[in-house]
């Protein structure tokens, strides 16, 4: 009777593992692979795996899938200085402070994006009440209060700011983009913003953001702009390479010789923004033409961004020492900024999940290490 029963329980065993292991082979995944684990306890050992949120992502079915994957968060818009600061003695805080308690309820990190960008801010800012140009420093005591009052704000929740973003030209042969902080302030505003948030939180990291870093040329320009921060002596801990990519770039060795190049630095580097679109990369925003309505996601466009994102992560894998964060730029193919860009209303396949939530096979394949 005894061995009938150990025999019973070690046949009822064998058949649910066997349901188990061709549930998950159903799934597309060749290796045994664990529904229940998220990318972020596959990288645990590794790295602080990320997403960009809305506060709507938050209070939607999609907050129990971020909880399950992500580690960590960014605000994809509610930081940035537009809505934060929309007028000069007036504060938005109500949609940062909603990511920054999800953060802190379920125990996740939280990036700070971003201080001090060309873009996305407020109409107010560069401007006096005659509505002439301001000064340098008007300009310089603005991003001071600015960035004083919300780095306090979020000090002890925020573990990391992008203070600058995007203040390299995309023009070959000029070094900094000639945007209004530059046109007034000259390059001196960028080690300023690093101050003033050093000031205002001695414990944050501070990084440096910016995108097309795979770019040779783009590259050097942001290698050559550390090097004069950290000669100066400004408080700047790490490099955040958005990550920005699509199915025909980076190739393999482009990317290893990008993040070969920046551990130089000695730095922290995080990818901040990977996405990895389905068509071939542009970089500047364009009209959308009859060839842009073809938008199937067909099996050869999720062949070859598997590939992409299956060799992006044998690297990041490879400079693990280096790299300490990955933040996806949006939750799921559902909807991504993508899809307003470069094409306006082209739909876009850039992420690991697809529009029902579920992983994709380039979840599975990264995932398989
Ligand atoms: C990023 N710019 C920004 O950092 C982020 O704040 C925004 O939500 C989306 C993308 C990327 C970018 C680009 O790849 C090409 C041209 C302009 C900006």
Redesign the pocket.
Known sequence: MKRLLILLALFTTITLQFCFESRNLQKGNIEMADSSKGLKDYFKKYFIMGV?VSPRALKSEESAMILSQFNSLTA??AM?MGPIHPKENEYFWRDADSIAAFAKLNHLKLRG??LC?H??TPNWLFKDAEGKQVTKEVLLQRLKEHITTVVKRYKGSIYAWDVV??AISDKKEEYLRNSLWYQICGEEYIAKAFQFAHEADPEALLFY?D??EIDPIKREKIFRLFKSLQAAGIPIHGIGL?A?WAINEPTRGQLDSTIQRFTELGLNIQFT?LDISVYPKE???REKKSKDNNTIFTAEKEQKQQEEYKMCFELFRKYRKNISAITF?NISDRTS?LDN?PVRGRKDYPLLFDESLQPKKAFWEIVKF
Do not use: M, P
Request: net charge negative; aromatic share 22%.
């Open positions: 960009a994809e818009n940035k994006h971003n960008w873009n996305q973003n995007e953001n995108y097309n958005q920005h923004e970089h500047n925003s730029w900024w860009f």
